[in-house]
């Protein structure tokens, strides 16, 4: 139990353009997913916190207007990377938790890679 | 200001030989701890986790961890190696009342020689 998916498992784009990648919880209902960004040899990296039917709770730095986060239902939540370029390729990885407030364990996505050429 | 610090940023150790990777966190309170294992383009498997109790938590793998208050630390510790433990190794928190955010520490790159 307790999966979550990522797609697209990889994506090349040309700058410009916009790319959006899923997560999916597909045996246990998220109220809250997390999106992290991770660049090579690096830690991830907390971009935001999504909860269901509510807007993204961004981290400092993070453009909100770049990385759009729509938490639709309690399965999915969505990130669409917009107008992207070089400096946003990089490993995206989300996780997902059931419960409230309190503490429960995060399940994390296999991670998508992003390349932007 | 409040962290978590991974102090080897690679480590190498032969296959059979005993690991430990450390970690320390500075928190005003004991916060909940975890380690995650990555492999190369792969999300994040739990190995362990330790929120109150007995200090010393065994997690998959063989892995175990031991929480030292005094120390502020979170060590994991496997006694024998195996070639398959080459990875990326993360200690993270979440302090409790959080929203359940976890703050990662700088991770560890395990090797493993023959």
Known sequence: GAVVSQHPSWVICKSGTSVKIECRSLDFQATTMFWYR??????????????????????????????????????????????????????????????????????????TRLTVL | AQSVTQPDIHITVSEGASLELRCNYSY?????????????????????????????????????????????????????VHWSDAAEYFCAVVLFGNTGKLIFGQGTTLQVKP
Not at chain 1, 49 to 61: D, F, L, M, P, V
Not at chain 1, 72 to 85: D, G, I, M, N, R
């Open chain 1, 38 to 111: 991770q660049f090579p040899k690096q830690s991830l990296m907390l971009m935001a916190t999504s909860n269901e039917g509510s807007k993204a709770t961004y981290e400092q730095g993070v453009e909100k207007d770049k990385f759009l986060i729509n938490h639709a239902s309690l399965t999915l939540s969505t990130l669409t990377v917009t107008s992207a370029h070089p400096e946003d390729s990089s490993f995206y990885i989300c996780s997902a938790k059931q419960g409230g407030p309190s503490y429960n364990e995060q399940f994390f996505g296999p991670g």
């Open chain 2, 28 to 80: 005003g309170a004991t916060p909940y701890l975890f380690w995650y294992v990555q492999s190369p383009g792969q999300g994040l498997q739990l190995l362990l986790k330790y929120f109150s109790g007995d200090t010393l938590v065994q997690g998959i793998k063989g892995f175990e961890a031991e929480f030292k208050r005094s120390q502020s630390s979170f060590n994991l510790r496997k006694p024998s």
